[in-house]
């Protein structure tokens, strides 16, 4: 069992290693035919590069930018985001993790400061923010606390200052019945 962990693990990490290789080697776009024969194909503009898995319909794909630090990874889906993805600062520190569903958002994210501190934390379904979302100031204090219900505020949404005093609450119960 972990075994398979480590094998899924770096076949990720080996297609990041292939994509900066190649982008440092300012390789050439490969030609259709010698694409057809890769099992990592790079895309017109040279910044994205995915492995395509000929029994699955999933693919992994990593995407860099004009300077060659990774900006995106994750897995496709018919050529849709599918799967867990991350963003990434050009420093290399996560901006925004989370699952998508046919190219939209679906289930926990988070996103972070650029100093790598935590700043929003939530859900969605379907494309659409559901359930709690919280948010943190960029010292650390809990900055607001939204709840949503399918897109649609819900709930009791709480705003606190930088020193964490409450300044705000909104109930938002009455607005979604209808």
């Known amino acids: 069992m972990v075994f398979l962990f480590l094998f899924f693990s770096c076949g990720e990490s080996e297609l990041r ?4 290789q190649l982008f440092d080697e300012n390789a050439s776009i490969l030609s259709l035919q010698e694409q057809n024969n890769s099992s990592v194909t790079r895309s017109s503009d040279g910044l994205q ?4 898995e000929d029994q699955k319909k999933i693919s992994q794909t990593v995407g860099l930018t ?8 994750g897995d496709l889906k018919d050529g849709k985001p599918h799967g867990n993805w991350t963003t990434f600062f050009p ?10 569903k046919e190219g939209v958002s679906h289930g926990p994210f988070t996103m972070w400061y650029s100093n790598g501190k935590r700043k929003i934390e939530g859900n969605y379904e379907e494309g659409k923010k559901h359930g709690l979302s919280t948010m943190w100031h ?3 204090v809990k900055w607001k606390e939204q709840s949503h219900d399918n897109g649609n505020p819900s709930g009791t949404w709480r705003t606190w200052d930088s020193r964490g005093e409450l300044v705000e609450s909104i109930d938002h119960r009455s607005t979604v019945e209808k």
Do not use: Q, Y
């Open 17 to 20: 290693e292939k994509a900066i």
């Open 138 to 140: 960029l010292n650390g």
């Open 66 to 73: 004009p300077k060659g630090k990774v900006s995106f990874e």
């Open 49 to 52: 590069f995915t492995k395509r």
């Open 91 to 100: 420093d290399g520190r996560p901006r925004w993790k989370g699952v998508k």
